[in-house]
T-cell receptor
Framework: AQSVSQHNHHVILSEAASLELGCNYSYGGTVNLFWYVQYPGQHLQLLLKYFSGDPLVKGIKGFEAEFIKSKFSFNLRKPSVQWSDTAEYFCAVNTGGFKTIFGAGTRLFVKA | GAVVSQHPSWVICKSGTSVKIECRSLDFQATTMFWYRQFPKQSLMLMATSNEGSKATYEQGVEKDKFLINHASLTLSTLTVTSAHPEDSSFYIC??????????????FGQGTRLTVV
């Protein structure tokens, strides 16, 4: 069965630090990849997505992610985090059907 | 983006009673909606796919008689937790895609419903 693995459950950073959240998936075929963010008290919302083309995807709020097919990875990055980036981040994979499989989530806390 | 509204956002019920959670797509029609369950510190687990006008498709291990799903219109899906027990306490989230068909279109999420069974 397909699965999504996020490497860190909790990450604490100071403002201006660089961020990288790991995401690996298990599926050998074509995938669509997503990163969602959930700010405290708010809905899940889409940060960025990869369907095809350039494996380096840029999303909202300065986030980007790189799809490395050989590593089955889709890591999320941001060069300089802000206090307002404090949230929970979910990696998700869709294998072309209706189902979207989510990782366990990573809680990011940014110290001001 | 499209808006999905879930109601209620928080409910407490007594063990043995039933609870209904509504999921509405406010500004688009959703032929398919999805119901997820999230335990603390765990991932969103897909429970079922709700199809307008037909029976829901349940994931393996999800009791269809306990988690009743009705998708009566293109903008409303309901999840009823029947004869709730404390172990059903969880965070339930619905989502819907804009447009039909399978594939990688973006999903929009409701705000979730925290169910506490006492």
């Amino acid at each position: 069965a397909q699965s999504v693995s996020q490497h860190n459950h909790h990450v604490i950073l100071s403002e201006a630090a660089s961020l990288e959240l790991g995401c690996n998936y298990s599926y050998g075929g074509t995938v669509n990849l997503f990163w969602y963010v959930q700010y405290p008290g708010q809905h899940l919302q889409l940060l960025l997505k990869y369907f095809s083309g350039d494996p380096l995807v840029k999303g909202i709020k300065g986030f980007e992610a790189e799809f490395i097919k050989s590593k089955f990875s889709f890591n999320l990055r941001k060069p300089s985090v802000q206090w307002s980036d404090t949230a929970e981040y979910f990696c998700a994979v869709n294998t072309g059907g209706f189902k979207t499989i989510f990782g366990a989530g990573t809680r990011l806390f940014v110290k001001a | 983006g499209a808006v999905v509204s879930q109601h209620p956002s928080w409910v407490i019920c007594k063990s043995g009673t039933s609870v209904k959670i509504e999921c509405r797509s406010l500004d688009f029609q959703a032929t398919t909606m999805f119901w997820y369950r999230q335990f603390p510190k765990q991932s969103l687990m897909l429970m079922a796919t709700s199809n307008e006008g037909s029976k829901a498709t349940y994931e393996q291990g999800v009791e269809k008689d306990k988690f009743l799903i009705n998708h009566a219109s293109l903008t409303l899906s309901t999840l009823t937790v029947t004869s709730a027990h404390p172990e059903d306490s969880s965070f339930y989230i619905c989502s819907a895609r804009v447009g039909g068909g399978a594939g990688g279109t973006e999903a929009f999420f409701g705000q979730g419903t925290r169910l506490t069974v006492v």
